[in-house]
């Protein structure tokens, strides 16, 4: 690679910063594998296999004002997301009180919100707690703007461990040497390890001194309900939300945020005004007018998982997790027999046969694939190629 003399004006923070992996585009993997992109059977990325409502395409078909910018205050999403919250909270079991249209951010996949929070809060010589093994933008995001990111490791069976979060953030705060941590980042259901963040943690952890940052981009498929009216009670929490799992529409890149109030004026002054393209808008629309249609496409991927699950645990080599996502997390053993790199051979294994499961080879996810929940036809594919690699 070239060298320029230039590259010394960059942020001196940026150079020991590791670069995000991306996944392999599906057409090359296609192109490699000589399997035909419809055959593949993609369960590595989380991605809603029946995709959007129908109603997403035909309302992007028909809209005829392409060449006009989006509205910058995202009016009718806003409105149309503040009474899809409130639907949702009427639900048997969640009655609470709504959450107003403008405590409600809508964005360019939450992955911008993540941006966002780090921008206006952190520098060098501030701190995020990160709990992993968890989702990776979270810790990405904050070195990006120059903070450190302070790990409390989850316990053996993925849950937050509450206590030693509380020792290091007092810890952090009394030494004056230590970068102060400002925001908790914090998964439910967690991403790789499908677990629920119980209420009595997540309150506990919301007395802590510092910004909670609650990412529910898999609540939809859980059997709990998002805590999106605990913003109104709670003026550190700050809830993200997408339409790329549950709506289907990960490549339109919608997702959106609940503040609170106070933190509402900054945002507005901080957010790109045209953030939300107006394909993303109509995709999102259109999926709410839809969403009761939606839900039932939630649930059979709800009732999949829970036919996954045993029958996953029904594979020698495997020991899966529970989950309340749309993926299942599995620890891999006695797989490759020769010794290490068990999750390795298996993920390559059926790779080769056309099916694509995420591995990770890190701590806490030792030896470990996640398979997002697909088809039942796609289940039966994948389970008949497990059984017969046993
Ligand atoms: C997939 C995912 C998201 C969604 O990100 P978008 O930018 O909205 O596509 C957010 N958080 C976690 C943990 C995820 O796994």
Redesign the pocket.
């Known amino acids: 690679m070239q060298t320029s003399t230039f590259q010394s004006l960059l942020k001196p923070h940026l150079a020991g910063l590791e670069e995000y992996t991306p996944i392999q585009p599906f057409e090359v993997l296609s192109k490699r594998l000589g399997v035909p992109a419809g055959e593949i059977i993609k369960l590595d990325a989380?991605e809603n296999p029946y995709g959007p409502h129908p109603a997403v395409a035909e309302a992007l078909a028909e809209y005829a004002y392409y060449h006009i910018y989006p509205d910058p205050q995202q009016t009718e999403l806003r409105q149309a997301l503040a009474i899809h919250l409130q639907k949702e909270q009427s639900q048997p079991g969640a009655a609470h009180p709504s959450v107003p249209v403008e405590q409600i951010l809508p964005s360019h996949?939450?992955?911008?919100i993540l941006d966002y929070l780090c921008r206006l809060f952190l520098g060098p010589g501030d701190a995020i707690i990160n709990t992993p093994p968890t989702?990776g933008?979270y810790s990405f995001d904050a070195k990006l703007v120059g903070a450190e990111v302070l790990e409390v490791w989850r316990t053996d069976d993925y849950h937050i461990n509450v206590e030693a979060t509380y020792n290091l953030v007092t810890a952090a705060t009394q030494d004056e040497e230590s970068s102060r941590p400002k925001l908790l980042f914090l998964?439910s259901p967690n991403?790789p390890t499908g677990n629920w963040l119980p209420d009595n943690d997540l309150r506990r952890l919301l007395d802590l001194p510092l910004i909670v940052v609650l990412?529910e981009?898999?609540v939809e498929f859980a059997f709990e309900t998002s805590r999106a009216p605990w913003v109104l009670e709670h003026d550190n929490l700050v809830i993200?939300r997408?339409?790329?799992?549950s709506a289907g529409i990960?490549g339109l890149?919608l997702?959106y945020g609940i503040f609170p109030e106070w933190m509402m004026p900054v945002i507005w002054k901080f957010k790109q005004p045209y953030n939300v393209n107006v394909a993303a808008t109509i995709a999102g629309l259109a999926s709410l007018r839809h969403i009761d249609e939606m839900q039932s496409t939630v649930e059979k991927i709800r009732a999949e998982r829970e036919r996954l699950l045993p029958a996953l645990q029904d594979v020698p080599f495997l020991t899966p997790y529970p989950s309340s996502a749309n993926f299942i997390l599995c620890r891999v053993d006695g797989f490759n027999v020769e010794g290490s790199g068990d999750a390795a051979a298996l993920k390559l294994a059926l790779e080769l046969r056309g099916i694509l499961v995420r591995y990770y080879q890190k701590p806490g996810l030792d030896n470990c694939i996640r398979i997002s929940v697909g088809r039942p036809e796609q289940t039966d594919r994948l389970l008949d190629e497990l059984h017969r690699l046993a």
């Open positions: 989380n996949g939450t992955d911008e989702f933008m998964t991403n990412d981009a898999y993200i997408t339409f790329s799992k990960a890149r997702g």
